[in-house]
């Protein structure tokens, strides 16, 4: 589990809106989380957030456009951002008002394809 505490360290190093940081499976799991701001909420929101994801990837599935990559939903008070490592595992990040997404998406695109051997 070092190297999963450590890949959430290293985004939290390049994001610094970054509230929580949970490494998960599709079905709702967390497989390992870095806590930066505390908010009781944050985690239900991930939670719920999870079925957005597998509502997501059945959609992408279904009309044939492949895996599903990444997702970001924006809202007044944070963004979700959830990146694929692979097909049953992604990062989801909160993130607070004003983040700068672009950087968001390329530390969890990186940080993904770092964690994917310890997935395959």
């Known amino acids: 589990m070092g190297g999963f505490a ?3 360290k290293a985004i939290a190093g390049k994001v610094p809106e ?15 989380k870095l806590v930066v701001r505390q908010d009781p909420n944050l ?7 999870t079925a957005l994801l597998r509502a997501s990837v059945s959609a992408a599935t279904d009309t044939g456009l492949g895996n599903l990559h990444e997702l970001a939903v924006v809202t007044d008070r944070m963004t979700a951002l959830l990146v694929g490592i692979t ?9 607070s008002p004003g983040a700068l997404l672009g950087r968001a998406r390329f530390a969890l695109r ?5 964690l994917q051997p310890e997935f395959l």
């Open 110 to 114: 990186l940080a993904g394809l770092s």
């Open 6 to 8: 450590e890949a959430l």
């Open 18 to 32: 970054a509230q929580l940081l949970i490494i998960m499976a599709t079905d709702g799991i967390p497989v390992q």
């Open 87 to 95: 097909p049953e595992y992604f990062l989801f990040a909160a993130l």
């Open 43 to 49: 985690e239900a929101v991930a939670a719920e957030y």
